[in-house]
């Protein structure tokens, strides 16, 4: 009797440690369906890494050889595209940071984790971005009134297709990567390589203009190639702010009621809101069910229009689902902080008769 007691004991441990584990695998993916969501975030992420390690080392071999070339020739206008290619590679240093803190853990300080620093790098980029255009116009401007003598004009204009295809190549590499996972700062620094290769561009055009005889083609040029800077600043500008504004695409929202409405059980689909953090886009959404169900009924619901909307829009890196009654749903039953002020005057009136109030704000009378 002893030994069949010891036994159902250690059946009854098994069985309780299997269920831990089981629960608390379920409470790490969210709902119990993950779909891989965390994992395709580290990737991404990796992928990120990945391409800023080589488009580093591109901009860097780039600059060096358009250096040495300077020291040969000591153009001052290749010697302007030499700093704007290192700018280029050191912008890449701090998206390389980005993509490292993304796949750090959330913390009680950062609930969310670290995705906003991938937007703050884009930031910094088009600041970049910015300031080469800046200088190439000031460079230029300050040209017109004496144009430069440029030695060695080949020379210089072998370094500057350098520059440009060089510049070019990282540009259309990170703007590939940056799409693929996401990324509208891994984008905007291919964009600020684009911009680089621009003033490489000019360096090139303008030692033809002085091979023909034509000296001031050199700044005239280079103010053209600010112009074209100036307005990827605006382009990038707007990816960039928009995903610091929690923007994202206006049919991006109506895809995810779509599919949220779907799923059986949803009476009503009340509110959606979709946002980028980072390369991760994260939806919110208000379900309305049966009043009549059950607490455990209504998470069922919510657990399956979490399973649809992960497996139909492989965009959504994860999605929270809230559950109210048909008739309670939407943000404007949740809002107590209206519903406190209105009290606050009703009792200001009437101190003797304070208003009640359910879970949502609403009053009852009572006889």
């Given at each position: ?110 609930n969310y984790g670290y995705g906003r620093a991938e937007d703050i790098a884009g930031l910094l980029i088009v600041v970049s971005i910015l300031a080469s255009g800046i200088f190439a116009a000031y460079h230029s401007i300050t040209r017109l ?20 295809a060089g510049n070019e190549t990282v540009a259309l590499f990170r703007i590939k990567i940056g799409k693929e996972i996401g990324s509208a700062a891994l984008i905007a620094d291919g964009h600020h390589a684009r911009a680089d290769g621009l ?169």
């Amino acid at each position: 009797m002893h030994s069949h007691e010891e036994k159902n004991t250690e059946e009854n441990a098994e069985e309780n440690s299997e269920e831990h584990s089981e629960e608390n695998a379920s409470a790490n993916q969210g709902h119990g369906h993950s779909h891989g969501a965390v994992n395709g975030e580290i990737l991404a992420s990796e992928r990120g890494i990945w391409a800023t390690k080589i488009s580093l080392a591109a901009l860097l071999a780039t600059a060096i050889a358009q250096l040495v070339i300077v020291l040969f020739t000591g153009s001052v206008a290749l010697l302007a595209d030499t700093i704007h290619n290192f700018g280029d590679a050191a912008t890449a240093i701090p998206l390389w940071a980005a993509f490292t803190l993304s796949r750090k853990l959330p913390t009680k300080r950062f609930n969310y984790g670290y995705g906003r620093a991938e937007d703050i790098a884009g930031l910094l980029i088009v600041v970049s971005i910015l300031a080469s255009g800046i200088f190439a116009a000031y460079h230029s401007i300050t040209r017109l009134s004496d144009p430069p003598d440029i030695d060695y004009l080949w020379v210089v204009a072998f370094a500057a297709v350098i520059g440009f295809a060089g510049n070019e190549t990282v540009a259309l590499f990170r703007i590939k990567i940056g799409k693929e996972i996401g990324s509208a700062a891994l984008i905007a620094d291919g964009h600020h390589a684009r911009a680089d290769g621009l003033t490489s561009l000019a360096v090139l055009f303008g030692a033809i203009g002085v091979w023909l005889g034509y000296p001031l083609a050199d700044p005239i040029v280079g103010l053209v190639i600010s112009a074209a800077i100036l307005r990827i600043v605006i382009e990038t500008s707007k990816s960039v702010f928009s995903r610091l504004l929690d923007g994202v695409e206006p049919g991006i929202p109506d895809e995810v009621r779509t599919v949220a409405g779907a799923t059986k059980g949803v009476e009503e689909v009340a509110e959606v809101r979709v946002r980028w953090l980072g390369h991760k886009m994260l939806a919110e959404v208000n379900i309305a069910v049966d009043a009549g169900l059950s607490v455990e009924a209504g998470h069922n619901i919510a657990e399956d229009v979490h399973h649809q909307l992960l497996h139909n829009l492989r965009y959504l890196s994860n999605a929270t689902v809230h559950v109210d009654p048909i008739g309670l749903a939407g943000e404007e039953h949740h809002r107590h902080g209206q519903g406190n002020n209105e009290h606050e005057e009703h009792d200001g009136d009437h101190n003797e008769e304070p208003a009640h109030a359910d879970g949502h704000g609403h009053e009852h009378s009572h006889d």
